[in-house]
């Protein structure tokens, strides 16, 4: 079947921090961010001092004391010094265990600050604003006479012009129609997910404002709820379709749209394994599936912006190794653009990945190729104004970093 998601987004991480609202700012602080840096740190440090020590206290223990290369016996220690070398392995243990309880903890308070700080919630009122189907919004006699294949032109048409609610309507409408129909499906859950990305980023004052104006009801728990739907919907997909690699396709755009949305590291790290997975399964069962490839590269892409350090923490915390390269994200785009040269997404996430490698002068030359390309949807919209964004950067001499916002960061 032929890819109908044709602009798929990215792992939306998405958005650069530049167009920030203040409040939004503050909460990706840099001395927050610092804060957050200090806490993982912390479990990793006391490790190291645990293993470096706990020699020494075992031959304490076991043979009458041998410090720094000197026999000393037990009778040589006074009381005081007796206690502090018998108890400083087990505070050292207790210490590492409360502080990587504690970063634990920390993802669970985050999750409720999260929710305080928004203010557009009650608890009461949780539960209304949970989305079922836009056709609640759609007076009855509406659309009652397209044909199924008029509803599918009219939903295109309005993606074009970057109108998401009608479109979806129109989609589920057309779903309606005929129930079973795989594309229609996918492109369903790829509308909803398109959805929650754009009230989410609108929200924060992204890139996407421009583009949409959130409504009374599109809340933060709102757009949450719908790409916890999407994920849901594309994860069903690709079980009763395991032979369908644009289920797959779907199930990693899906995927990067939760970690954007998720306030929790331990559950972004296990669904950026998941992700990449998703990706990589895609591929195998259709090489040229450009969409494919692209969310590989913006996989590596967004992987290999994390700092050093934050990935052996990564590794170190929640055992996962997250191993991303910007020259695996430039061949990746390569394929994607070979496949499908007009589509705006797969350029730009080339010349995103020569950004992070510094080659600006390449990274220029490739968003220079997207500004006369036709946009087909919002993710494709996004795309040519970042590419936009960053030519003005570069000419003017400003420093041009990656495209993404780490997803380690989000929810700080």
């Known amino acids: ?96 265990l409360v502080s990587v309880a504690l970063v634990y903890w920390h993802d669970e308070a985050k999750v409720r600050h999260s929710e305080a700080a928004s203010g557009r919630l009650s608890p009461a009122s949780e539960c209304e604003q949970t989305p079922t189907s836009v056709l609640d919004s759609v007076p009855e006699n509406e659309y009652a006479n397209f044909t199924f294949q008029e509803l599918l032109k009219e939903a295109k048409s309005a993606e074009k012009d970057l109108n998401v609610r009608k479109a979806l309507q129109l989609y589920e409408r057309a779903l309606m129609r005929k129930p079973s129909d795989k594309s229609t499906e996918l492109l369903v859950c790829k509308i909803k997910c398109d959805l929650g990305f754009l009230i989410f980023d609108t929200t924060h004052e992204g890139p996407m404002k421009q583009f949409f104006t959130c409504e009374s009801n599109e809340t933060l728990k709102y757009a949450t709820e719908l790409v916890k739907q999407a994920l849901e919907g594309a994860r069903q997909l690709t079980e009763r379709y395991p032979q369908d690699n644009t289920a797959f396709t779907l199930l990693a755009l899906c995927i990067g749209r939760q970690i954007l949305v998720s306030t929790q590291s331990k559950q972004k790290v296990r669904l950026a394994v998941e992700m990449h997975a998703a990706a990589q399964k895609a591929i195998s069962l259709n090489p040229k599936d450009d969409q494919a490839h692209f969310m590989l590269a913006r996989w590596h892409n967004d992987i290999a912006s994390l700092p050093r350090v934050m990935k052996t923490l990564v590794r170190f915390i929640y055992g996962s190794s997250l191993k991303g390269k910007f020259e695996n994200a430039i061949a990746s785009a390569k394929t994607a653009i070979s496949l499908n040269p007009s589509n705006i997404v797969n350029k730009v996430e080339l010349g995103r990945a020569y950004t992070g490698l510094g080659d600006l002068a390449s990274a220029q030359a490739v968003y220079k ?19 936009l964004d960053d030519i003005e950067r570069i000419e003017s001499g400003k420093p041009v970093g990656s495209l993404a916002r780490p997803w380690w960061a989000m929810g700080t």
């Not at 645990?50 to 020494?56: C, D, E, K, T, W």
């Not at 026999?71 to 220690?77: T, V």
């Not at 018998?86 to 210490?95: D, F, G, K, Q, Y």
């Open 1 to 96: 079947m032929k890819d109908e998601f044709i602009s798929t987004t990215p792992m939306l991480d998405l958005l650069p921090v530049r167009s920030l609202s203040s409040r939004t700012k503050k909460a990706y602080s840099k001395e927050d961010g610092m804060a957050q840096l200090c806490a993982l740190i912390a479990p990793m440090s006391l490790g190291l001092a645990l293993v470096n020590y706990f020699p020494r206290w075992w031959q304490f223990l076991t043979n009458h004391g041998v410090v720094d290369d000197v026999s000393i016996s037990m009778e040589d220690y006074n009381v005081v010094e007796m206690f502090l070398e018998l108890i400083s392995v087990p505070i050292l243990l207790a210490s590492m």
């Open 369 to 387: 190729e997207v500004i006369h390309l036709e946009v087909d949807d919002v993710n494709a919209a996004l795309y040519r104004q970042l590419a």
